[in-house]
C-alpha cells in the first residue's frame, strides 16, 4: 500500500506524476491546486484547504490509463486518505476519504447538482455506485466532517477550469507543515 511520510515525498509525487491527466483538460497538479485555492478564497480552515489540495493523492499511484478509462471504481480517495494517514489528522483525511461518498449524496440531495457534473464525474458515478439511496444519505449526514466533505466535493467539482493563473504547489510547503502529525 502507498505511504507518504514526508513533505518533500508528497511535493517530489506532484512533482513526478503531476503532469498526468485529471480527465478534464487540466492536469492533476492545476486540479489540486486549483481546488485548493478555492477552499483558500471561501475561508476555508487549513485542514480544508490541505484536504483539497491533496484530495485525489490517490490518482497519482495509478497509472494514466486506469484514471482516464473510466472500466472500473479505484478507490482513490480511500488509497489517498490512507497513504497521507501517517502525516495528518482526520481533520485532513476524513473529507478526503468521503469526497467520493459527497458527490453521491450530492446526488440524492440536490436533484440539480447530477446535471452540472462533468462528464468524467457522471461516468465514474455509476461505477462508485449510484446516488445514495435515502438511509444511505441519512447515514452520511451524521459522520465525522461530513460539511467539510461536502465543501471538499464543490471544490473538486468546480477546480477544472482550463486558463487558470494556477499558483505554485510550493506556496501550500508552510499550510502542510503547520499540520503535521508530531508523533
Ligand atoms: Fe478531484
Redesign the pocket.
Known amino acids: 500500500m502507498a505511504r507518504l511520510s514526508s513533505i518533500e515525498q508528497i511535493v517530489h509525487l506532484y512533482a513526478t506524476q503531476g503532469a498526468l491527466a485529471?480527465g478534464e483538460g487540466v492536469t492533476q497538479l492545476e486540479?489540486?491546486v486549483q481546488?485548493a485555492q478555492l477552499a483558500r478564497q471561501s475561508g476555508g480552515s487549513p485542514s480544508l484547504v490541505v484536504a483539497a489540495l491533496l484530495?485525489?493523492v490517490g490518482?497519482l499511484f495509478e497509472d494514466e490509463s486506469a484514471v482516464a478509462s473510466f472500466s472500473s471504481d479505484d478507490h482513490h480517495e480511500i488509497t489517498g486518505a490512507d497513504a497521507l494517514s501517517d502525516l495528518f489528522a482526520e481533520a485532513v483525511t476524513g473529507p478526503i476519504a468521503l469526497?467520493v461518498a459527497a458527490k453521491r449524496y450530492l446526488c440524492w440531495k440536490e436533484p440539480q447538482y447530477y446535471e452540472g457534473l462533468s462528464a468524467a464525474s457522471k461516468a465514474t458515478l455509476a461505477l462508485q455506485g449510484g446516488p445514495f439511496e435515502t438511509g444511505q444519505a441519512l447515514a452520511f449526514e451524521r459522520l465525522n466532517h461530513f460539511h467539510d466533505a461536502l465543501a471538499l466535493r464543490r471544490f473538486?467539482d468546480t477546480?477544472?477550469r482550463l486558463y487558470s493563473a494556477n499558483i505554485p504547489f510550493s506556496d501550500f510547503i508552510p499550510l502542510m507543515n503547520g499540520l503535521l502529525n508530531h508523533l
Open positions: 485529471y486540479h489540486a481546488c484530495h485525489d490518482h469526497h473538486d477546480g477544472k
